[in-house]
């Protein structure tokens, strides 16, 4: 049964609750015993933001959806045998018997963006494995991969033959990852290599290639803009680290953690590293961080570092001085044990205080056992206004009270900042709008607005500004400098 999509042009509500009384069995969801309300949409939405959690919706084509949270399922169950999920900003889990009717709900949902400006660009999918995926149904999901999506798509189930080489000739860059689940690599190194145009990114998760398919790949790999995989042996690690590519990821086992590459040519700007349990990489890191010292070109830079046997004291040193001088990385990712690296982080956040470029931090969790006060990690904050720091669960690591006022004021100075990229012809409107009388008693925020628009300062004293229709025009215009006078307005003082 094929499904007639609703009129986008269509304003009204965006669904209409179906009765109890008029539902059949399949229509049905239960979560924790209870059954969840079932509606039909009037109208195609515009953003996932419309859609709320722990709701049902039937469509046309015979398949039930059911809404859940940000990157989690709803956990519900249906009559139906099978089951598709799409999980990022929120979760759409499809249920149906007819695997034509799945796939075309899946692309029907899974197009769908959010309107925040911080939009969450992985989208994670996963099936039951009865679901078939001929070439035709095939083709069809791949219509998630468009260009205009920019989404990284992971598969959490297994990608049978006709998938694999539907992914692997899509005619423009894909971002894929293979998290855990086994492909038809044979089917997908096969149609790679009648590729002539560049494949994008692709990272196999935990997943290991045999040799004959590593040497299949890294035969190709000018078609990459980035590739992370595993179980490298040590001369395939080194033409990794050569190739001529932005981004690269791999492993490190018992073998390859002692090599040296003080030497070796690293031409990728994007490093990520990780190192098993009771792998002792200390040779490699120290080589690997001495040789990027010298090189000075690293953007991004991501450890991790299982617990195992390290000479803490000597890597750290190592580490300290290679973020110190490449002046041009903007990402961090120091995912290690706070109990054996504390010390370490404390350091790093040393460094970013004055480090001119860096603009995130991402560590595993807060050593407080090393600092309950938090004492770094706000000092590092009221430093370097720039910097976000995190923690695994990519959370801003708010400890207080302090901490969040702390958050709160460096948001208003970058949202202040970015107020002076507005054109000259609006700029003293959107500071007028920003500056309002809430502010006028908080002296530090006052400050800092006016001294990075002094030359507005004069404008806004004098009554030459119109904030009539005229302005608002123009305002209308520049939606992004009018969100960042409209933040500013919205950080009130705590």
């Not at 940000?70 to 149906?96: D, H, N, W, Y």
């Not at 390859?256 to 002792?280: H, Y």
């Not at 580490?319 to 690296?341: D, G, P, S, T, Y």
């Amino acid at each position: 049964m094929s499904m007639t999509l609703p009129s986008k042009q269509n304003k009204t509500s965006l669904m209409e609750l179906i009765h109890r009384s008029r539902l059949e069995p399949q229509q049905i969801a239960v979560r924790k015993g209870e059954e969840l309300p079932t509606y039909k949409l009037l109208r195609t939405p515009e953003t996932l933001d419309e859609l709320n959690s722990d709701t049902a919706i039937w469509m046309e084509n015979g398949t039930l959806v059911v809404v859940g949270g940000f990157f989690m399922p709803s956990m519900a169950t249906t009559q139906f045998p099978k089951c598709l999920e799409l999980r990022s900003f929120v979760t759409i889990e499809i249920f149906g018997d007819a695997d034509d009717a799945i796939v075309e709900t899946a692309v029907y949902f899974g197009s769908l963006r959010t309107s925040r400006k911080d939009e969450v660009k992985d989208l994670s999918i996963k099936y039951s494995e009865e679901i078939d995926f001929d070439a035709a149904r095939s083709e069809r999901l791949a219509a998630l991969f468009q260009p205009a999506s920019q989404m990284k798509i992971t598969f959490l189930s297994k990608v049978d033959k006709f998938l694999s080489a539907v992914l692997a000739t899509r005619p423009y860059p894909i971002d894929l990852e293979f998290e855990t689940s086994p492909f038809d690599a044979g089917a997908f190194f096969e149609h790679l290599e009648s590729r002539t145009t560049s494949f994008g990114s692709l990272s196999l998760g935990y997943l290991e290639l045999s040799k004959q398919l590593q040497q299949r790949l890294f035969h190709h790999l000018h078609l990459f803009e980035h590739l992370q995989i595993n179980g490298l042996p040590r001369e395939l690690i080194l033409k990794l680290l050569a190739a001529p590519m932005k981004s690269i990821g791999f492993t490190l086992n018992h073998k390859t953690a002692r090599m040296n590459v003080a030497k070796s040519d690293i031409v990728a700007t994007i490093i990520r590293i990780e190192s098993f349990n009771d792998v002792n990489p200390n040779p490699f890191l120290q080589s690997f961080l001495k040789r990027v010292t010298e090189t000075r070109h690293l953007e991004s830079l991501s450890l991790t570092l299982h617990e195992g046997y390290y000479d803490t004291v000597t890597i750290e040193q190592t580490l300290i001085r290679a973020v110190r001088v490449n002046q041009n990385l903007k990402h961090l990712e120091f995912m290690a044990c706070e109990h054996q690296w504390g010390r370490c982080i404390q350091q790093l956040f040393v460094v970013a205080e004055t480090h001119e470029s860096l603009r995130s931090m991402k560590i595993k969790s807060y050593p407080d056992g090393y600092d309950p006060q938090y004492k770094w990690l706000k000092r590092l904050l009221t430093r370097n206004r720039y910097l976000k720091v995190t923690d695994i669960l990519y959370g801003e690591i708010e400890a207080d009270e302090e901490t969040f006022r702390i958050y709160n004021l460096n948001q208003f100075f970058r949202d202040s900042k970015k107020l002076k990229e507005a054109p000259a012809t609006i700029r003293p409107s959107l500071v007028g709008m920003a500056l309002t009388d809430e502010y006028m008693n908080d002296h530090q925020r006052t400050g800092l607005l006016l001294s990075d628009h002094v030359d507005v300062l004069c404008k806004l004293v004098h009554p030459v500004v119109n904030f009539g229709e005229e302005i608002v025009g123009e305002v209308d215009m520049e939606d992004e400098n009018l969100s960042s006078a409209a933040a500013l307005r919205k950080r009130k003082t705590t």
